[in-house]
């Protein structure tokens, strides 16, 4: 793996007579051609961060002002209904999604990777919804499961009249609906992901399993799903921000309804700030995004890298 | 050859704008259904024969897609020749923080102030005295459409009223009708309610609430029979699984649910459609109760621009909107009320004519969203659709959720 990986450090220009080189001058090359880039995260992702989170604490309505209210607004955003509605679709959404794309993803894969014919007019298949944005896709879902002229529609004409499938116009289950849509759009990544983990293990691996006489699914469990854990953490980080931002789906497919019953997060903000022309409360609401994302994020990280130093 | 022709052009256009101060001007807007796009055309066309263009920037979706687009265009450094917003307070921001122009020279020239019907529409536009935006008509919430071929089938005389329409919901359910049509979208239960507000409760109550954001009053047992003729309505108006206003004002067109309420946009609908007032449809002003409609509307507001032929032609713009001849054409086609009450009305229809009784009247009252602000008028909706979504939410429920909102209101 590691020979495909292009490494900064042979084309070097330093001479070596000239002694241990100061770190701060150590490829300055690149150093100088990342500053602009660093310059740019720096500013507009911590800079944007850390003003939105300032910003929060305010009672700006259209435009940002700087008049501080204390915690006014995350009170109030805690005790609206709708963000705590929001909060539980999200949860519901994240657990389920991460979970189905995962396993069908990799199921999907598996099954890829037994040498079937048509391989490649199978993956294209499946990897065409992710080449749909989420309006459409929204959309085309939306029909799909629309009673009148959807699944209903159609089982209803072909006789059994009593049939219901409105997963769209039911509150109790409408967060589900928009998971489908989720689900069709996002496994075919998943699935090329996974096959190209798959690819990777050394054919030798499986022949050394198959003298061992293990059986084929407990090669994947044990052997080949522990070898993919690079493949996996990519994964989980492409899937897991598609949950928090989730957002153009729910417009699509319900624009929140049936009532509040599909609103997320994502839309919360965006409907605070720009509709109800409050930037405060959408401040706000984004801060606590953040904040969920960070408790996941920092705990794992720390595990992830801190632990590799001190091994 | 060719480098002398490119010049001659380049030279005719930097010369163009400067020889006649006549100048583009970009206006947004979001009226893109049939009659409002219809209407637009005639605003245009009055404005390209005063000798300057109008450029259309429609934005298709609700008002609530188009205003954000509209807002960061303006606060972002590149606002429009002039643009679309709803009388009130949607803009009002803007205004303060002088991203808007002050038009009070053109408003004096034109007499806007005696000329101006309703003065509450003048009044929006006003901020510390100075005149920001020109009205170009008046829309009210407080209608019931109603569908004689619905009734028909039913077998029970089309309603005179709310409460004659509510005693019909169960006949229309076992003749298969839909009796409510009421579309997902939040701002369309939001209407309704406030309607409900006025059209049952009376003009005071409804000043009460909306005027005086009296928290008591929005508690107390008078809204309770408001919000018990909400928990009605919203029975009435089970299993209509449509989301726009227009399909839902479809499903009364074509007989399939008995009623609606929506604003009078609706009849613009209805007439493509090839209805007839009175005899295929029956429109009840104040849903045939309280005689009284809010004006709210459209008005178009003038950023702030370094053009100087630009900001000319704005002036010329805002004395086109207020035309007499510009108002009649404009609003026949959109179905509204003209701002000003000096203008001949004949080609109206009927549900037309009732509506500009009523404000030539004078029983009008100053709509929601000029009361409140956007930040209130959001959390009323967001707990109407939860209510009329949620058959778990009990009236009181919600009322106590709504009195804290009037509570904290602004």
């Not at chain 2, 006649?20 to 009055?46: I, P, Q, R």
């Not at chain 2, 003065?119 to 100075?130: H, I, Y």
């Not at chain 2, 229309?172 to 049952?200: C, H, K, M, W």
């Not at chain 2, 009364?252 to 609606?260: D, E, F, L, S």
């Amino acid at each position: 793996m590691s020979r495909t990986v292009p490494s900064a450090t042979p084309s070097r220009p330093l001479p070596k007579s000239s002694g241990r080189p100061n770190q701060l001058f150590r490829n300055l090359n690149s150093k100088i051609a990342l500053t602009p880039m660093i310059l740019v995260a720096a500013v507009v992702f911590f800079g944007g961060t850390i003003w939105t989170v300032i910003y929060s604490f305010t009672n700006s309505r259209l435009l940002p002002r700087a008049s501080f209210v204390g915690f006014d607004q995350y009170e109030r955003l805690w005790a609206s209904s709708r963000w705590i509605i929001s909060i539980q679709n999200l949860l519901i959404y994240g657990i389920l999604s991460l979970i189905f794309s995962l396993v069908v993803g990799f199921v999907l894969a598996a099954l890829m990777d037994q040498k079937i014919r048509f391989e490649s007019a199978f993956r294209t298949i499946f990897l065409y919804p992710f080449a749909l944005s989420f309006i459409v896709t929204g959309l085309v879902w939306q029909w799909i499961l629309n009673p009148e002229f959807g699944v209903q529609g159609i089982v209803r004409s072909l006789g059994w009249t009593s049939f219901t499938f409105d997963p769209l116009y039911n509150p109790d289950i409408v967060i589900y609906g928009i998971l489908i849509a989720g689900l069709w759009q996002g496994t075919g990544l998943v699935m090329c992901l996974m096959l190209a983990g798959l690819r990777g293990i050394d054919e030798d691996i499986w022949k050394a399993a198959r003298v061992d006489g293990i059986p084929m699914w407990r090669t994947y469990l044990f052997v080949v799903i522990p070898m993919m854990r690079p493949v996996f953490i990519t994964t989980l980080v492409l899937i897991g921000s598609g949950i928090v931002k989730l957002y153009d789906l729910v417009v699509a497919q319900t624009s929140g309804g049936p009532g509040n019953a599909s609103e997320v997060p994502a839309k919360y903000v965006y409907d605070y700030m720009f509709q109800a022309q409050n930037l405060g409360q959408g401040f706000a609401a984004s801060t606590m995004m953040l904040l969920t994302v960070a408790i996941i994020i920092i705990p794992w990280a720390y595990l992830e890298f801190g632990g590799k130093k001190r091994g | 050859m060719r480098i002398r022709a490119f010049a001659a052009v380049l030279a005719a256009t930097a010369a163009l704008p400067c020889a006649a101060m006549a100048a583009d001007l970009e206006v947004t807007h979001w009226w893109t259904s049939g009659g409002e796009a219809a209407a637009v055309k005639e605003l245009a066309t009055a404005f390209d024969a005063t000798g300057n263009k109008w450029v259309d920037g429609a934005i298709a979706g609700s008002g609530s897609t188009a205003r954000p687009i509209m807002i960061s265009r303006i606060t972002g450094g590149d606002p429009m020749g002039a643009t679309q917003f709803n009388h009130g307070r949607q803009a009002e921001e803007l205004v303060m923080s002088g991203l808007m122009r002050d038009l009070s020279d053109v408003a004096e020239k034109g007499k806007w102030k005696d000329i101006i019907k309703p003065a509450s529409l003048l009044d929006s536009c006003t901020f510390e005295g100075k005149i920001y935006c020109a009205p170009v008509n008046i829309h009210s919430w407080q209608w019931l459409w109603l569908s004689n071929a619905a009734f028909e089938k039913a077998g029970v005389p089309v309603p005179k009223d709310w409460n004659e329409f509510v005693a019909a919901g169960p006949k229309l359910r076992e003749a298969g009708l839909q009796p409510l049509a009421v579309g997902g979208s939040a701002f369309q239960v939001n209407g309704l309610f406030d309607t409900l507000v006025i059209a049952l409760g009376g003009t005071e109550l409804y000043n009460k609430v909306y005027k005086d954001k009296d928290e008591e009053t929005a508690a107390g047992p008078e809204m309770a029979k408001i919000f018990a003729a909400a928990d009605d309505a919203r029975k009435l108006a089970k299993g209509s699984n449509v989301q726009d206003w227009n399909q839902a004002t479809n499903l009364v067109i074509t007989g399939k649910a008995g009623g609606q309420i929506m604003g009078d946009w609706a009849q613009g609908e209805f007439q493509q459609a090839g209805k007839v007032a009175g005899k295929d449809y029956t429109c009840l002003p104040g849903l045939g109760l309280n005689q009284t409609l809010t004006t709210g509307g459209d008005a178009i507001y003038f950023p702030v621009l370094k053009d100087e032929a630009k900001s000319k032609a704005q002036e010329v713009l805002a004395e086109t909107i207020v035309d007499p001849k510009v108002q009649v054409a404009f609003n026949l086609k959109k179905g509204s009320v003209p701002i000003r009450s000096d203008v001949d009305l004949a080609a109206a229809n009927d549900c037309m004519k009732k509506g500009i009784e009523i404000i030539s009247k004078g029983s009008t009252a100053t709509s929601t969203d000029q009361l409140v602000s956007a930040d209130t008028q959001k959390q009323k909706e967001d707990l109407m659709s939860e209510f009329f979504a949620n058959a778990s939410i009990t009236p009181k429920q919600a009322q106590e959720r709504f009195a804290s909102i009037i509570g904290s209101a602004d």
